[in-house]
T-cell receptor, first 116, second 108 residues
Framework: GAVVSQHPSRVICKSGTSVKIECRSL??????MFWYRQFPKQSLMLMAT?????????EQGVEKDKFLINHASLTLSTLTVTSAHPEDSSFYIC????????????FGQGTRLTVV | DAKTTQPPSMDCAEGRAANLPCNHS???????VYWYRQIHSQGPQYIIH???NNETNEMASLIITEDRKSSTLILPHATLRDTAVYYC?????????FGPGTRLSVLP
């Protein structure tokens, strides 16, 4: 199947700093990528939908100024957690799909963010 | 909110078939049923999806009832590596909403 690569897989940062997470579709073009967050023992929660060449659409309750999303090309979307705090510590996961509807989404391996 | 209902947990003996049920009584006519699984600390892995016909691939089979209000994912010969959380999702294919899923434990 198609491959989505997420980097880094694990990051520890100090409170107040910013962290960038990359999501790449390796062998297909994705006009839409999705960003999820998962807290321990909980399910994935959609944070935002990232559209190539346009502004991301954020879910209710997700601060767009804190979680900056850039989707500059058909194979790369980035999520930047700005001014990170310990409560931002979580497992962040991206997904990407082919441009046509009713196809499966492919997920990255996730990024474990720990803010100390 | 997720539009599916799954049992929170299930056990299955190694080598036996695992049958994971999912209710989706409010599914609309053009929504597909997708199944993913998540092994601890990894991203979700696609398993299978279908609209109304039964589907089979190298990983599993998907049985969808005629009224499309429920489905069953079948892992024909479960192994210890199939221990994971299994998510049933209904979607047009552009927005995947994850519920709590079913935690499947394959026992030796």
């Amino acid at each position: 199947g198609a491959v989505v690569s997420q980097h880094p897989s694990r990051v520890i940062c100090k409170s107040g700093t910013s962290v960038k997470i990359e999501c790449r579709s390796l062998d297909f073009q994705a006009t839409t990528m999705f960003w999820y967050r998962q807290f321990p023992k909980q399910s994935l929660m959609l944070m935002a939908t990232s559209n190539e060449g346009s502004k991301a659409t954020y879910e209710q309750g997700v601060e767009k100024d804190k979680f900056l999303i850039n989707h500059a090309s058909l194979t790369l979307s980035t999520l930047t957690v700005t001014s990170a705090h310990p409560e931002d510590s979580s497992f962040y996961i991206c997904s990407a799909q082919f441009t046509r509807l009713n196809t499966e989404a492919f997920f990255g391996q996730g990024t474990r963010l720990t803010v100390v | 909110d997720a539009k599916t209902t799954q049992p929170p947990s299930m056990d299955c003996a190694e080598g036996r078939a695992a049958n994971l049920p999912c209710n989706h009584s409010t599914i609309s006519g053009n929504e597909y049923v997708y199944w993913y699984r998540q092994i601890h600390s990894q991203g979700p892995q696609y398993i299978i999806h279908g609209l109304k016909n039964n589907e089979t691939n190298e990983m599993a089979s998907l049985i969808i009832t005629e009224d499309r209000k429920s489905s069953t994912l079948i892992l024909p010969h479960a192994t210890l590596r199939d221990t994971a959380v299994y998510y049933c999702i209904v979607s047009h294919g552009q927005n995947f909403v994850f519920g709590p899923g079913t935690r499947l434990s394959v026992l030796p």
